[in-house]
T-cell receptor, first 113, second 113 residues
């Protein structure tokens, strides 16, 4: 069965610092991987996705993520965090032979000035 | 350019009452899903549909019913509300699910007292 683990429940960084949010997945077939962001009181917005090809994918708002098959990971990174990046971030996994999109438990990012 | 529309945004129910959460999308997406979001548990899949007339259970289907009579609409029914169903509910659509970006509604915050 598909599953997604986000080991960090809450992360606090200073504005301007670099960021890495961890995501590990479990799925037997080739996964489709996603990162979504949720601002308070809002729905989810797609940051980036990986289906195939280059394992380093670029997304919106300056985010990027790297797919590492050997580690079953898809970590999200940003070189310099802005105060407006404070939100909850969700990693999700789907695949070509399932109709389900399964989410991790989320990581709440707090940014200090 | 509505995307996915959920109604109502907020609802308070008494234990045992029934209600229907509405979800409509105008993107002609085949796939629609319902998730519930609870603190520390991320988004959990309740039910999903791969097209009109076809529905299936997700991770947490108990206490909820769905139907899909049209491509556009995917209502979620609570037959007898329980306090454990207090949550924020999100509807999502994509084409196809699990393989492309899912578009989310703004959510329905449900409180069962």
């Amino acid at each position: 069965a598909q599953s997604v683990t986000q080991p960090d429940i809450h992360i606090t960084v200073s504005e301007g610092a670099s960021l890495e949010l961890r995501c590990n997945y479990s799925y037997g077939a080739t996964p489709y991987l996603f990162w979504y962001v949720q601002s308070p009181g809002q729905g989810l917005q797609l940051l980036l996705k990986y289906f195939s090809g280059d394992t380093l994918v670029q997304g919106i708002k300056g985010f990027e993520a790297e797919f590492k098959r050997s580690q079953s990971s898809f970590n999200l990174r940003k070189p310099s965090v802005h105060w407006s990046d404070a939100a909850e971030y969700f990693c999700a996994v789907g695949s070509s032979n399932t109709d389900k999109l399964i989410f991790g438990t989320g990581t709440r990012l707090q940014v200090f000035p | 350019n509505a995307g996915v529309t959920q109604t109502p945004k907020f609802q308070v129910l008494k234990t045992g009452q029934s209600m229907t959460l509405q979800c409509a999308q105008d993107m002609n997406h085949e796939y629609m899903s319902w998730y519930r979001q609870d603190p520390g548990m991320g988004l959990r899949l309740i039910h999903y549909s791969v097209g009109a007339g076809i529905t299936d259970q997700g991770e947490v289907p108990n206490g909820y019913n769905v139907s899909r009579s049209t491509t556009e609409d995917f209502p979620l029914r609570l037959l007898s509300a329980a306090p454990s169903q207090t949550s924020v509910y999100f509807c999502a659509s994509s084409s196809p699910q699990g393989r492309t970006e899912a578009f989310f509604g703004q959510g329905t915050r449900l409180t069962v007292v």
